[in-house]
């Protein structure tokens, strides 16, 4: 989607929730763009610092990888292989032991989670379809999705540290530059895309008047025979939604089972 093409899409946003004119909601909603590149590090921290400090949101973590194989066996493992080894082992661990080949490979290339998060604690729950992860106290657990949280579930240090949805609202802390590029409409909400610096390759982050709406960054790695991409989506809505009868003594299960598949 072009810029102009997202801008005029996120004026016909606002149009239809406040009822302005086009004119109208095209003014307010271009001043609600920041002057500077300084004046858009300090709204992505604040807005960082907003999402950190709510009580609950709903999320949804996607992991989508694109691995080109190599032409030829390579005689040492580079960094493209291995990257694809370490993201092939994450992928399995997510796996119930009957998925058959095409799903496994499927499940690989497109991972989704879906959730809550309540930012203040410091807590997530995610279920991944078959494979659910609990953050809670510091501790990050993973297994099966609905099991009853046991010894045997203990906390992860590896891999899964990447997906962290909190660690990646507070890299956003630590922005340095910052730039507006566009705006796109989020489950019906308008919000400004902005790039933003330091952090991963590819850091972009979707925002609204009050918090991130959405993190996103891709990382890409390349050999002369092989390449192999990740992108890795968090998504927030549904703000101050209500939490209080989540299960934390169970990972979650909130996948339908058509999900599942």
């Known amino acids: 989607m072009t810029r102009d093409r997202a801008r005029k899409k996120a004026i016909r946003?606002?149009?239809a929730a406040s009822g302005e004119p086009y004119s109208v909601a095209a003014r307010k909603l271009a001043a609600t763009v920041p002057a500077d590149d300084t004046a858009a590090v300090r709204e992505i921290i604040a807005r960082a610092n907003s999402t950190l400090a709510a009580p609950s949101a709903r999320i949804e973590v996607r992991i989508d990888f694109d691995f080109a194989a190599p032409a030829r066996p390579e005689r040492r493992p580079g960094?493209?292989?291995?990257?694809?080894?370490q993201a092939a082992k994450a992928a399995w661990a997510r796996l119930a032991p009957d998925v058959d080949a095409s799903q496994l490979r499927e499940a690989f290339a497109h991972?989704?989670?879906?959730?809550?998060?309540?930012?203040a604690a410091s807590r997530y729950l995610i279920d991944y379809g078959g494979y659910a992860v609990l953050c809670a106290d510091g501790k990050l657990f993973g297994g099966r999705s609905g099991q009853l949280l046991q010894a045997r579930h203990p906390e992860r240090r590896g891999p899964e540290?990447?997906?962290d949805p909190l660690r990646l609202l507070r890299l956003l802390q630590g922005a340095k530059d910052a730039r507006h590029?566009?705006?796109q409409v989020l489950r019906g909400t308008p919000c400004r895309t902005v790039a933003v610096w330091p952090g991963p390759p590819g850091l972009t982050v979707w925002i609204d008047h009050e918090?991130?709406?959405?993190?996103?960054?891709?990382?890409?790695?390349?050999s002369k025979h092989s390449s192999l991409s990740k992108k890795q989506t968090l998504e927030l809505w549904d703000f101050g939604v209500p939490v209080g009868g989540l299960d934390w003594s169970h990972l979650p299960n909130f996948k339908a089972p058509a999900d599942r598949s």
């Open 211 to 222: 918090h991130i709406r959405q993190v996103q960054f891709q990382e890409r790695a390349s």
């Open 79 to 85: 960094l493209v292989a291995r990257l694809a080894r």
């Open 161 to 163: 540290r990447q997906y």
């Open 13 to 15: 946003a606002r149009m």
């Open 111 to 119: 991972q989704a989670g879906e959730g809550f998060a309540e930012p």
């Open 181 to 183: 590029v566009g705006d």
